[in-house]
């Protein structure tokens, strides 16, 4: 037994914080986790969880239109913020207590309170000084907002999810896939919702096709969507927000949300008298074992500026017990991690873009469909579904897959597996379908796609 407090302490009860110190114990590593704000962390408090319980109560709002064509006589309900905002404050209660638990089961003690670092074994929680063999930060993002004029009145996805009343009139400003979420979310909640992107087409990072579909989809839900257009101030006033934007427009608001970007959670941990090197994004330096520069002190989760994502987080958090507690060696393997927006319908997408696919291989062969899914029928509902396959024509690997359409989430969760497996088109083509279903088109898509 070492002399320090600790094996393992953790600053940041997170998914990676979390998962990473119920494991450590469970290896018989003696572990304590300092928190300072929520059991969970950003996920199950102000991300994942909630986000997409307002993405159901969202939905809601399409399917009582959508089900007239189907024969019900349905008049819209009235929607009670009040009444979503506080069931869920009630269910993220529950996860808490969850996690707590889970916590204390496996035998890790919870240390309520910010951890600083104050030297390279020792870490201050509250007044409280603990020494531990190893450190482990996981304290993952926080959102930015950007200087400019009234920018005290702009919030961001951690207070949106509480705030006092709901905002008939909301701008959006950001285009990646929290900033589309939050714009589905509230124009599905009845919200008139502007968002606003300063390029000339969001969520950067997928798929041009599905960047391209997104942004007809979206608009056609009635998302007041302009790109190439950024906020100038904002102002207060007797009416509620008065939104300047950079082409010379002004819009009125009740809320003004900012998901421009996150950035690692630094603030107050003491790395300024640390060895530990965080890089020109401000996210912390590690290698692929998760230390830092420092050998006692290692990162992972969002904090290391990587893939931002609970279930890389959680496998960093399982891959750094074992290695350091379980005596295995595992690595994490980021290939083909697969990745959904909850926008309506939903973005489902995994592997190479087109783009990334050019780059990496000789020859790729494409296919592609859109069409109006099955219950639009007769629901009446404009709405497209887009899907797309990328193979290696060398290897015949389908090597990118990627969708807008109806469960896209659920059903890009599958066709992962078989392209980990290293599915080919041809295994693709010989799979037979569910009928009818939307996922059945990535089995039945013959033709490539020829450019025009
Ligand atoms: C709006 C939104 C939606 C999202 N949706 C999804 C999604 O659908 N799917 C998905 O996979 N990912 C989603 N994410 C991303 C996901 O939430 C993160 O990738 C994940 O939570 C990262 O885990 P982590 O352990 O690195 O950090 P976090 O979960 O952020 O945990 C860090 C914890 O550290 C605590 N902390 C910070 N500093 C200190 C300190 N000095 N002392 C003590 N405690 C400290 C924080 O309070 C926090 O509890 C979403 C994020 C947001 C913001």
Known sequence: MSNFDYDLLVIGAGSGGVRAARMAAGFGARVAIAEDRYMG??????????????????????????????????????????VLRDNKKTEIARLNAIYRKMLDGAGAQLLNGRGSIIDAHTVEVGEQHYTAE??????????????????????????????????????IVGGGYIAVEFAGIF?????????????????????VDIRAHAAREIAKSGVDLRFEV???????????????????????????????????HLAGLGLENMRVVVNERG????????????????????????????????????????CNFGGLQQHVDYEFIPTAVFCQPTIG???????????????????????????????????????KLIVDVATDRVVGVHMM????????????????????????????????????????????????
């Open 41 to 82: 962390g950003t996920c199950v408090n102000v991300g994942c969880v909630p986000k997409k319980l307002y993405v159901y109560a969202a939905q809601f709002g399409k399917g009582f239109e959508d089900a007239r064509g189907f024969g019900w006589d349905s008049n819209k309900p009235r929607f009670d913020w009040a």
């Open 134 to 171: 190893k450190i482990l930060i996981a304290t993952g993002g926080w959102p930015h907002i950007p200087d400019f004029p009234g920018n005290q009145y702009a919030v961001t996805s951690n207070e949106i999810f509480d705030l006092d009343s709901f905002p008939e009139r909301l701008v």
């Open 187 to 207: 124009n599905g909640l009845g919200a008139h919702t502007t968002q606003l992107y300063r390029g000339p087409l969001f969520l950067r990072g997928f798929d």
């Open 230 to 264: 950024n906020v100038r101030s904002i102002r207060q006033g007797a009416a509620g927000l008065t939104v300047e934007l950079t082409d010379g427009n002004q819009l009125q608001a009740d809320a003004v949300l900012y998901a421009t970007g996150r950035k690692a």
């Open 283 to 322: 996210a912390i330096e590690v290698d692929a074992q998760y230390r830092t520069s420092e050998p006692s002190i290692f990162a992972l989760g969002d904090v290391t500026g990587g893939i931002e994502l609970t279930p890389v987080a959680l496998a960093e958090g399982m891959a750094f017990a074992r």
């Open 349 to 387: 997408t995994v592997g190479f873009t087109e783009e990334e696919a050019r780059a990496r291989f000789e020859n790729i062969r494409l296919f592609k469909t859109s069409f109006r899914p099955m219950k639009h029928t007769l629901s009446g509902r404009d709405e497209k579904a887009f899907m």
């Open 405 to 452: 359409g109806p469960d896209a989430g659920e059903i890009i969760q599958g066709i992962a597996i078989a392209m980990r497996a290293g599915a080919t088109k041809a295994i693709f083509d010989t799979t037979l379908g569910i009928h009818p279903t939307t996922a059945e088109e990535f089995v039945t898509m013959r033709e490539p796609w020829m450019e025009d």
